[in-house]
């Protein structure tokens, strides 16, 4: 099955304390992003990768990282969370520029 | 400008028909999408228009796009109370090499029985 898994899907971690979001896909995609959610802003891209160890920043880079080492894989690092971080992240996958994006089915990250 | 506005709420009776309006601000749009949220779930792709085209038909979702106005809109034609979420609409720019979509802010429906 066609899928972007995410994980985890919900976590509670403490200012400070780094921790990586993990994204999965096995469409053999080239793009894939990052995303989050916040009530009445919509998602707003974090950043972004056009293929292997091409990333680059999206709207609301800072505070992130990210990497790609594998085509299917693109992990969401925040060094040192704050709790302007709190929100629902939402990794997607596409084939080109321009065609549908795929999902995952969010985190929900609290930093308290 | 990349800008997507959609009103926050709308709110119908079920067996109504619901439509859900967005507007956008780039005329190199290419495709255009609809996603529905529904709670503590990702985001589940509803359907999509090119550019070029006027209207769409899926079942019970009809999508109008007028080019002119820059106005998107989603019909929902006899709908249920499963209906109720939040429904985004998202533009893909033809000049982006980002892969990048520009979401609105999202209109959450509700379905009243």
């Known amino acids: 099955e066609a899928q972007v898994t995410q994980n985890p899907r919900y976590l509670i971690t403490v200012t400070g304390k780094k921790l990586t979001v993990t994204c999965s896909q096995n469409m053999n995609h080239e793009y894939m992003s990052w995303y989050r959610q916040d009530p009445g802003l919509g998602l707003r891209q974090i950043y972004y990768?056009?293929?292997?160890?091409?990333?680059d920043k999206g709207d609301v880079p800072e505070g992130y990282k990210v990497s790609r080492k594998e085509k299917r894989n693109f992990p969401l690092i925040l060094e040192s969370p704050s709790p302007n971080q709190t929100s629902l992240y939402f990794c997607a996958s596409r084939t080109g520029s321009n065609t549908e994006a795929f999902f995952g089915q969010g985190t929900r990250l609290t930093v308290v | 400008g990349e800008d997507v506005e959609q009103s926050l709420f709308l709110s119908v009776r079920e067996g109504d028909s619901s439509v859900i309006n967005c507007t956008y601000t780039?005329?190199?749009?290419?495709?255009l999408y609809w996603y529905k949220q529904e709670p503590g779930a990702g985001l589940q792709l509803l359907t999509y228009i090119f550019s070029n085209m006027d209207m769409k038909q899926d079942q019970r979702l009809t999508v109008l796009l007028n080019k002119k106005d820059k106005h998107l809109s989603l019909r929902i034609a006899d709908t249920q109370t499963g209906d109720s979420a939040i429904y985004f609409c998202a533009e893909s720019i033809r000049s982006s090499n980002t892969g990048k979509l520009i979401f609105g802010q999202g209109t959450t429906l509700q379905v009243k029985p």
């Open positions: 990768s056009m293929n292997v160890e091409v990333t």
């Open positions: 780039d005329s190199s749009s290419t495709y």
